[in-house]
């Protein structure tokens, strides 16, 4: 690989900084990406800008309506918490099923998000449990709502020199089950070819939230808003599951590349909106 | 590009060592300190021949930047046997056939008793989720998740040894 410097800034502020002065640098969180691209040459920075001696950016913090999560929060830990365990389960299941033990002691939810693959395991539950990004940049604190966060494939709304340092959720109502499923050929250390995360919430017997999010089958990952509509109003029956499925498939665009065949992925939208949706039905996750 | 100088303690010895920036962990191990138990099988995270425990986490060494190491506690594969005799775990593995051609080995061990260390008593399919991530060419597997499980047989039955501490060697 092309040489680099390497810094490991104290603060956030001297990080910024170092990312605004060093043209092409990149910032460095647990590396499972990074290192890999720098190895391959897919980037080729002057400086590497590391986070990790940052404190403060791997707590997960609880508050009466909001939890909040560090960007440096690793893959174990936001699969060990009680707290993302119980209340954003389709998370945590998201964080258990990326890459393998070893990757996951060192891959870091912000590293997951930022890093924009249209197939990140967390992006679907994060959507779905109407997160917000906190960045902090040269100018500030921002804070970004996670749906305007990924703007396409490998591309966020991070503007120069800023970097994500939290993710915060609103504590979900307590009637809220989600789950998370994914398609993928190996049993592990696999990227999904189609990944979903649902939520249901029923009130008396009929569906009163529904949420559909979609990975890997569009640039971004987003809500299948029009299936979701379908789920409204009635009970959670075999049908309007299936109605629901067919409706998200309709609703992908994704394309044909190395692991998968544009058909093949809307077929897998299909199959696993149906088992995700059935798994809630059965009461499943929460 | 100018070194660093790094603190590292590996397998219980201190390091002061010089680093360039380009360096990982596991040419810190390999090169630096003469460590080549821990193998390169795929330089990218995706083997698992590298895996180290990294301040008490099995990780992949080819992932860490040599740098990012500075003030961590690792052991490796070589820190696993006490004055020459070997650990429960290595010698299951050698006892039960796990060991073909032994390049995945090393890794395998590591995660195995990074595994051990956190639960004593796993079923079989916690010992495959947690070698999920070491790749094995040879032996499709059988015989090493048989040789964990034996060996974790063998630690809980005799407390002397204790969870994942390594001991006298048992036939």
Redesign the interface.
Known sequence: MRAFEYQAPASLDEACRLLVENEGAVPLAGGTDVLVFLRHGKIAPAAVVDLNRISGLDAIEMTEDTVTIGALTSMTALTRSDAVQRLFPSLAIAAKSMGCWQVRNRATVGGNICNASPSADTAPPLLLHDAKAIAMGPDGRREIDFTAFLVGPGSTALAKGELLVAIQLPVPHPDMRSTYVRRQIRRSMDIPLVNVAVGIREEEGAVAEARICLGAVAPIPYRATEAEALLLGGPLTAEHIVQAAAAAAASARPITDIRSSAAYRTEMVQVFVKRALQALAEGGAQ | ?KK?LISVTVNGDSHELAV???E?LLDLLRDHLDLTGTKEGC????C?AC?VIMDG????A????A??A?GADILTVEGLAKDGTLSVLQQKFVDLGAVQCGFCSPGMVV?AK?LLDENPDPSESDVR??L???LCRCTGYEKIVDAVLEAARIIMEIPSIGAGVEGESHA
Request: hydrophobic share 35%.
């Open positions: 590009m660093m360039h920036p380009h990982r330089g990218e995270g995706e698992g895996t986490a099995p990780v992949n080819c992932l860490i930047l740098a990012q500075d995660t990074a989720d947690a999920s991530g070491n």
